[in-house]
């Protein structure tokens, strides 16, 4: 039969549910782990009231054989309150899922996107291939800071975003999660809103790939009799959990 969970184990699963509306059963499942109970997401789902399917992370590419070696950068696009369009530029390392840089700005060209990948990537740190796509703002100015950094360049085929998934999925979650819940006022207010998701991302937000862990490794705690505080992220819009001292 089922396995049965106790009533705390409930009270929790539905606690974090109604805390954070963007969560979904594995999510739920990884930061009960983290206090110390072993839950499965198929156990967590028949306790929400509203069944909600979360994204699943099905890629496929021979991008797992180097992992450790690759780097991604893309662009997004923000609009603001007052019908500008900003751009946020991101590099991510595949190996942990961390955003090494990020910036914005109204004006984005080849110069700038080549100065982004300098201020990622100090010469004893820089990774072995770059992931982009065709975008011309890759051009050759871009393409020589990126050979004298001693990396490799590796462009996805066109119209292929599925080819660069990391990044791909990161900035989904961003927009899920963190843009499409607020209203930009402008660069400033931008770089405030993603530097406060980029924290949350970064030490408390659990990745399936990861093994349900942080891209900053986060401890499990030994299971005790202590109350469990919700301690607010990203103005609220999500929390980490913790047991009190």
Known sequence: GRPRVKREVRDLIRRMAREN???GAPRIAA?????GYD???STVARYLRCRRKPPGQTWRTFLANHVDQIAAIDFFTVPT??????????V???ARRKVVHFNVTAHPTAAWTAQQVVEAFP???????LLHDRDAIFGEGFRRRVRDLGITEVRIAPRAPWQNPYVERLIGSIRRECLDHAIVLGEAHLRRVLTAYLHYYHEARPHLALARDAPVPRAAERRRRAEVL?????GGLHH????AA
């Open 31 to 35: 930061e009960l782990r983290f206090l």
């Open 39 to 41: 839950v499965a997401a």
């Open 230 to 234: 919700a301690i607010p992220r990203v």
């Open 92 to 94: 991510l390392r595949h």
């Open 123 to 129: 010469f004893d740190e820089a990774p072995r291939f």
């Open 21 to 23: 509306l963007l969560w």
């Open 240 to 243: 980490r959990y913790a047991r």
């Open 81 to 90: 309150a007052t019908f500008r369009v900003l751009t946020c530029c991101l």
